[in-house]
């Protein structure tokens, strides 16, 4: 006999402390929202943990969480977006996503509703992906400890043999791509905030980028020397970490990193500069010299890489400064983002 | 050049909404406070992810969220305890546990001291049970909108091969074990937070298990049927829970289940049911009839496992009841928790 359910209310029914206290209630809304929307083999066995089939080559693991606000934005949700980070963070290391865990902290009288909403549209991004999510967690948190719901995501890919792309690998005279629009998801995320609209809508890249990825690897293969996702501190952030770590400098120039019309208008009006604005769906690789227009050729020849640009070069620099040539033929320093802040924007 | 850096203020300093915006600030939290205490080779690489070496065997793979209040508790803390729920999931497996990662969510204020507080703690339970904290990530929300701090960690492990244990490998007949007395963890949190004492002093029995797992790995081997952490919904939770997994019921014995007598009072007084508080350092095992002896004497060789118990056994059991014999004599099922909570004891 299996215990008795009723069926979960996820038209009017909100989240409750017994559906985090490992009970019957908790089973219920594992079951009917998260195996339900993420459904797979290793869910299916509920055991603590998932066992997964052993991987030729080196393991490449990494965390992000996800506390973005509002958690419906234009372009994706919390859900998404926690799906396509962490794929990110793998396919930046060169490596094929192989598996996703999710823990979830939710807050007490969050809507049914949306934890299906977000749930499902998770399991959409981890089923686009071919990226499946074999494990998680559920804990509710008392009303007005939490904020809605906050996902993290953990993920585990396969490194082929022979790669190794690492932030300290960038070389004087290499050439800097990015793979399309700076600044989208941001701008997305703060017009939702503060209710703007510039005529088009703008909506998050938010997007997993592995695809593109093994596109650039299986064109460039040993010429590409970093991949980076520039989000939190958007472009200027990741160019300065690398940087640091690389121990050079960049030159790049304002005039080719392309920024959509409607992004540019956003930032002018909301006090922004695109270049530390988040991006989710957008990817900056450093190659080597000779390697430039195949890889560019490339990416442009992917869905997610149409809009690819060189935007300028790796210089030596014991100073490891960012320099950009402005539109208007200046100069000026790219440096951190050290004042105002963008909270929540992933 | 490197940025310049002020020292954090880790006496009277706070978290704010800087230090999880991707800017200088969260680089220097990440390196005083995290990379500080979990050093190891891999987080100093400071890539957006960490690179592992392949390992021979199935993987395994668990996350858990830990959103325990207090922080603080006798006998551990929020980061001892994210190392040693998200290790002992591997365990249960009968994985070695390999790598943590761990995502942080931070309220705006939480104290710079308590901060590293965790973070020196997490890394002193992950360096003494030899799992390194290979990736994390911050994340910062506004005051009110979290509570001080939460952790997710997730785990990877390597199965050996030739073993499977899951949640459906009971078989009628089998003996069930625990490893040592149940109830003591949730207890210590009800108690700190309910400010009150039992003469003896109840602390959490928040431990790593993979060494005592290895050792009952070792002695019983594939005798052995399921291992299971009765983490929230304690006791209760894990045998129904197989039950129904296994289809099996179980008949299971009062008098035979170790409880402390500190812990008996203090259930007592606060309404409790030691059978489905929480514990997080000790596990209850599945076996085949004839392994009993052998594998409660590995147990009990193990300072984990000293106080080890044989408490019962599995019953063939459509209904899947989980039935006990009580202390006077009588007869109950021991049904999953519905009614009352606990909620953040993890
Ligand atoms: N949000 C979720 N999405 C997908 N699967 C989930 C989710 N929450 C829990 N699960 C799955 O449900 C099962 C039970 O999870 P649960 O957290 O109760 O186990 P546990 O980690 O052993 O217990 P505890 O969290 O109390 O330590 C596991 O198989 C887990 O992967
Ligand atoms: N709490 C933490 N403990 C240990 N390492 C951390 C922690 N937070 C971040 N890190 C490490 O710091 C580096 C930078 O992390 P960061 O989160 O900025 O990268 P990212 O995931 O690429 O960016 P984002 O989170 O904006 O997507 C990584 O190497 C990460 O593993
Ligand atoms: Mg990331
Ligand atoms: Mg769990
Ligand atoms: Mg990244
Ligand atoms: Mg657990
Ligand atoms: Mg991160
Ligand atoms: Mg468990």
Redesign the interface.
Known sequence: ???VRRKLDTRNGRVD??H????????QLIADIFHDAFDNDWLR???????????????????????VSPLFFPGGDIGSLSVHGTIN??A??G?TPK?L?????IEEGFALGDLKRIAQSMGDASRAAGVPI?????????R????GV?I?T?G??V?PDGLSL???GARPGDAVLVSGSMGDHGVAIMSRRENLEFGVEILSDSAALHGLTAAMIGAAGGALRVM??P????LA?ALN?IA??SNVGFTINEELIPVKPQVAAACEFLGLDPLYV?NEGKLMAICAPQATETLLNAMRAHPLGREAALIGHVVED???FVEMTTRFGGGRIVD???GE????IC
Chains 1, 2 share one sequence.
């Open positions: 006999m299996k215990p402390l017994s985090g206290s490992g009970g019957r209630a908790m089973a066995r509920n055991d603590d943990q998932a066992t997964l089939d052993a991987q030729e080559g080196r393991l490449v693991m990494t965390t992000d969480g996800y506390v963070d793998i930046m290391a490596a598996y865990s999710a823990s979830f902290i074999v494990t998680g967690d559920t804990k509710v948190v008392e007005g400890k939490a904020d906050f993290s953990a585990v890919g490194l690492s932030s300290d980076r996702d989000t939190r501190g958007g952030a970490e640091h770590q988040a014991e100073r490891n951190w983002l050290s802040q963008l909270p929540r």
